[in-house]
């Protein structure tokens, strides 16, 4: 697992993190950054929507990413060939799947 500077409980996860669609494999990185295993997460597509979330859960909305005005409410969207954005502001941060497209 790779984890920025200043951020804390943001993480890029790694292949031997295992598959983090694995609740299993969630709970662990979860209980390593110290947050809540019930993470937000959205039908990732390739495009340019970000929409903004206020309780964990999967959203079948498509989209590339996620923000948040909830404190402590984790955000994850999956970067297997793609680059994982985190950005951070006052008010909020969000999580972003940015690809080639």
Same mark, same amino acid.
């Given at each position: @697992? ?37 993470? /937000? ?34 955000? /994850?969207? @999956? /970067? /297997? ?21």
């Amino acid at each position: @697992m790779i984890q920025p500077l200043r951020r804390p409980g943001a993480a890029f996860t790694l292949e031997a993190d295992g598959d983090q669609k694995n609740p299993a494999h969630r709970g662990i990185v979860s209980e390593e950054l110290g947050i809540s295993s019930d993470w /937000a997460t959205v039908r990732q597509v390739h495009g340019a929507r970000i929409v903004e979330v206020a309780v964990p859960g999967h959203l079948k909305v498509g989209a590339d990413g996620l923000f948040t005005r909830t404190v402590g409410l984790p955000l /994850a969207v @999956m /970067a /297997a060939d793609c680059a994982g954005v985190v950005v951070g502001g006052d008010g909020g941060v969000g999580v972003a799947h940015a690809g080639w497209r």
